[in-house]
C-alpha cells in the first residue's frame, strides 16, 4: 500500500518489463499486418489494377506497421506497470512491490549512496541495455540505510547525463575492467553477465563494481526524467540531514 502522505510521487519502474518485451514480436507482426492492408487500399484507390500492388503495399506497410507497434508499445508502457514503483515521500523513500512496501529509506537516518555511471558503448551489451543508443550512458544510484538497500538506475543520452553527472558526482566505471572488449567479444552475444574478478573487486573501484553486480541482479529502471526527479530528492534529504545536524 502507498504509504500516507500529502504529497507522495510514483515513480514506477521498470518501464519495459518483461511482459512488454514479451508481446513486442506479435506487436510487430499486427502492426504489419494493419500498415500492409491500409497501404494496400490507399493504393487501390490511387493506382486501381497495378500488377505490383501487393509489392507496393508490403513496402509501404513495414513504416505504417512499425509506427503503429510504436504507439502500441507506447500504451501499453503507460497503462501496464511492471508492479515496481519507488515512491518519495515528505518521511523519505520507499520501494513498493506489488502495492506493498517493501523496503523504507528514513529521511532522518543516515542514507549511503554509491553513484557511477558507464557508456553503452564500450562493451558486448546484453538484456534490456541492447534496446538503448550505443552513444547513451548508463547511471546508477545504490541507496543504502541499516540492513535496507535499494538500487535504482536510467539509461540517458549524454545531453540528459551530463547535468545530473556534474550536479552529483556519478563515478565513472569501465566496462572493460570486466567485459570482454575485444572485437570477438562485441560480436558475440553474450548468454550472461560476467564473473567480476577478485582483483577489481577488491580495487578502488570494488565498491562501484559490486553496486553495479546488484543493478544486474535487483536494479529498478527509471525513466531518465524520475531518474533526475529521484537524484534531486536524495540530494535535499542529505541537505536537510545537514542543516538538522
Not at 136 to 165: D, H, M, N, T
Amino acid at each position: 500500500m502507498i504509504p500516507p502522505d500529502r504529497n507522495p510521487t510514483i515513480l514506477w519502474g521498470d518501464p519495459e518489463h518483461a511482459g512488454i518485451r514479451l508481446l513486442l514480436m506479435p506487436l510487430l507482426i499486427t502492426g504489419f499486418l494493419v500498415g500492409f492492408f491500409l497501404a494496400r487500399v490507399v493504393l487501390a484507390w490511387i493506382i486501381p489494377g497495378n500488377e505490383f500492388l501487393t509489392a507496393f503495399a508490403c513496402v509501404g506497410g513495414l513504416p505504417l506497421g512499425l509506427g503503429l507497434a510504436y504507439v502500441g508499445e507506447s500504451l501499453l508502457k503507460r497503462f501496464w506497470r511492471s508492479g515496481r514503483a519507488v515512491v518519495i515521500e515528505d518521511a523519505g523513500i520507499s520501494l513498493q512491490v506489488n502495492n506493498q512496501i517493501a523496503r523504507r529509506f528514513q529521511a532522518q537516518s543516515n542514507l549511503n549512496l554509491v553513484k557511477w555511471s558507464f557508456p553503452l558503448s564500450a562493451y558486448p551489451r546484453g538484456g534490456r541495455e541492447r534496446r538503448a543508443p550505443r552513444q547513451w550512458l548508463c547511471l546508477g544510484c545504490q541507496l543504502r540505510q541499516e540492513e535496507a538497500r535499494l538500487v535504482v538506475y536510467a539509461f540517458l543520452s549524454p545531453k540528459e547525463a551530463a547535468p545530473l553527472i556534474a550536479a552529483y558526482g556519478f563515478h565513472a566505471i569501465d566496462p572493460a575492467d570486466v567485459y570482454d572488449t575485444s572485437l570477438a567479444g562485441r560480436l558475440t552475444q553474450p548468454a550472461s553477465r560476467p564473473a567480476i574478478p577478485a582483483a577489481v573487486l577488491a580495487g578502488k573501484e570494488g565498491v562501484y563494481w559490486a553496486a553495479e553486480r546488484q543493478r544486474w541482479q535487483e536494479g529498478v529502471e527509471l525513466t531518465p526524467a524520475d531518474f533526475a526527479r529521484l537524484m534531486a530528492h536524495v540530494e535535499r534529504m542529505a541537505e536537510e540531514r545537514v542543516v538538522d545536524s
